[in-house]
T-cell receptor, first 112, second 112 residues
Framework: DSGVTQTPKHLITATGQRVTLRCSPR?????VYWYQQSLDQGLQFLIQ???????AKGNILERFSAQQFPDLHSELNLSSLELGDSALYFC???????????FGPGTRLTVL | QQPVQSPQAVILREGEDAVINCSSS?????VHWYRQKHGEAPVFLMI?????EQKGHDKISASFNEKKQQSSLYLTASQLSYSGTYFC?????????????FGKGTKLSVKP
């Protein structure tokens, strides 16, 4: 158990819908990272927050957005969902930038 | 910019050794190694921060050759529990330290 929690564990929804994935970092960690993992794409970095501020952006679609709240938990919002958005979404946290990232158990999103 | 891992897959018998390589076309600041079992979160193995650095944990060790822009993960006397997909994640000089770019992974299967 890494200490990072993610909810929900599984999510099944339809195309065109909007969902929110939630992540609580390890106690004391200020950085939160979001990754998407699909079979053919591997682990793709989406976005990073540090103490509430966006710090780095990867291959995140405009339909996706995220934020980190004052209590340091983070949410990833996915809208206008497409079949291709089906994937495992991982959140990771670290004490600071460049430090070891610890991954949560992931949310498996299925878009039908 | 994505690091290249080799081999893509390897099958071992218990007790055999393996080497997994991770190469980048850009200068590397750090290399992070993770192991992921099917359907689970990636688990941190080790981080290498300096060129020439070598680290070891139990029978798993790694080296970082800054000049060659590559890192290698060494698994000796493999155990069944070593099975999984190994990912290297790299941070490039000049890039955001929060932006960890993962290779496509090396699938390791250890047979009895």
């Amino acid at each position: 158990d890494s200490g990072v929690t993610q909810t929900p564990k599984h999510l099944i929804t339809a195309t065109g819908q909007r969902v929110t994935l939630r992540c609580s970092p390890r106690s004391g960690d200020l950085s939160v990272y979001w990754y998407q993992q699909s079979l053919d794409q591997g682990l793709q970095f989406l976005i990073q927050y540090y103490n509430g501020e966006e710090r780095a952006k990867g291959n995140i679609l405009e339909r996706f957005s995220a934020q980190q709240f004052p209590d340091l938990h983070s949410e990833l919002n996915l809208s206008s969902l497409e079949l291709g958005d089906s994937a495992l979404y991982f959140c990771a946290s670290s004490v600071g930038e460049g430090h070891t990232q610890y991954f949560g158990p992931g949310t498996r999103l299925t878009v039908l | 910019q994505q690091p290249v891992q080799s081999p893509q897959a390897v099958i071992l018998r218990e007790g055999e050794d393996a080497v997994i390589n991770c190469s980048s076309s850009k200068a590397l600041y750090s290399v992070h190694w993770y192991r992921q079992k099917h359907g689970e979160a990636p688990v941190f193995l080790m981080i290498l921060l300096k060129g020439g650095e070598q680290k070891g944990h139990d029978k798993i060790s790694a080296s970082f050759n800054e000049k060659k822009q590559q890192s290698s993960l060494y698994l000796t006397a493999s155990q069944l529990s070593y099975s999984g997909t190994y990912f290297c994640g790299t941070v490039n000089y000049g890039g955001s330290q929060g932006n960890l770019i993962f290779g496509k992974g090396t699938k390791l299967s250890v047979k009895p």
